[in-house]
């Protein structure tokens, strides 16, 4: 059998697999997306925001585009689709994918991820205006204020830092990625619309990962004329950091994407968008066990308070 047909009927089986592997590609997507703050956040060490996410998605983008062809289609062509992916690429991967990355260099690991969960939260208020059968409920109210109080516990944590520049560095972490998080939310109801209307999801997935990686490469060697950091060679990096970002673009983007894709297949989007929930679990576990971050009280309560509100927007009343 050739090479190419054998993987083509390999990447068929994963976009239909059985609901036991479904699951069991649920939780380790879970594992998977979870540890990616613990490598974003190794990685920013010794790189620049944009070069790790340049990394990340190119490898990615390799990936994805190949998956493509051997599925039989391509990037759009024609102006809508143009458009669409190029608006994905900024608002749904550039722009978050850089915030998170920027703001994990003063904020631990776990803490931002479970200050990104808050896309689901935000993802509400932007489906409200934008879906007729996605209104705002007053269960739903009560869920975003108990998230957002949530993150303003977390926030509180800042304000004991030794110094007010050091407090001050580190609510902008924060607010980095809770700005990654509305982001996802504008990004994810778009994709909705562009799926529903004429792109696939490997299309949506291909080609955002493509921009961000042509936009990326370039502002990584734009930036150092506007006094920022310049690439670092490869060869110079600890193998911990490179064995880091290379995981993160092989293992966290494609290898998680074709995942997830193969799951909302089985599960639906419904039950497969249910990740969000293990996800903070897991990043404030590897940032705790692998990279001894702190663990208080305000930040379970946060934790708890995050996590619980979006079980309050999302599960049946049941």
């Not at 994963?14 to 649920?26: C, D, K, N, T």
């Not at 060697?221 to 092989?250: D, E, H």
């Amino acid at each position: 059998m050739p090479r190419g047909e054998s993987f083509h009927r390999t990447v068929t089986r994963m976009a239909s697999v059985s609901p036991g592997r479904a699951w069991l590609g649920f939780w380790l997507l879970t594992l998977i997306w979870g540890s990616s703050f613990l490598f974003i956040r190794i990685g920013v060490e010794e790189l620049s925001t944009f070069q790790l996410v340049f990394i990340r998605t190119a490898i990615a983008a390799v990936g994805l585009n190949l998956v493509l062809v051997f599925r039989g289609q391509r990037l759009p062509t024609d102006h809508a689709g143009i458009r669409d992916v190029i608006f994905l690429g900024v608002v749904n991967t550039v722009l978050p994918f850089a915030l998170i990355t920027w703001g994990e260099k003063s904020i631990e690991s776990g803490l931002a991820a479970l200050l990104q969960a808050t896309s689901a939260l935000f993802t509400l208020v932007v489906a409200h205006f934008t879906f007729a059968d996605e209104r705002i409920t007053p269960r739903k109210v009560l869920g975003l204020l108990f998230g957002f109080a949530g993150v303003v516990v977390l926030a509180s944590r800042s304000l004991g830092d030794d110094g007010p520049s050091a407090g001050a560095g580190r609510l902008l972490g924060q607010v980095a990625i809770v700005g990654a998080s509305f982001c996802y939310a504008v990004g994810g109801t778009y994709s909705r619309r562009a799926m529903q209307q004429h792109l696939s999801p490997f299309v949506v997935a291909a080609g955002t990962m493509t921009v961000t990686a042509v936009l990326t490469g370039l502002l990584m060697y734009l930036v150092p004329f506007a006094g920022g950091a310049p690439p670092t060679a490869l060869t110079a990096l600890r193998p911990s950091v490179l064995a880091a970002v290379i995981t993160l673009g092989l293992l966290n983007t494609f290898v998680a994407y074709l995942i997830f894709y193969s799951v909302i297949e089985t599960l639906g989007a419904a039950r497969a968008s249910m990740v969000t929930y293990a996800i903070p679990a897991v990043g404030l576990a590897l940032g705790t066990a692998f990279l001894d971050e702190p663990f208080d009280q305000r930040l379970m309560a946060g934790a708890v308070m995050i996590v619980g509100s979006i079980g309050i927007v999302n599960l049946p009343r049941r």
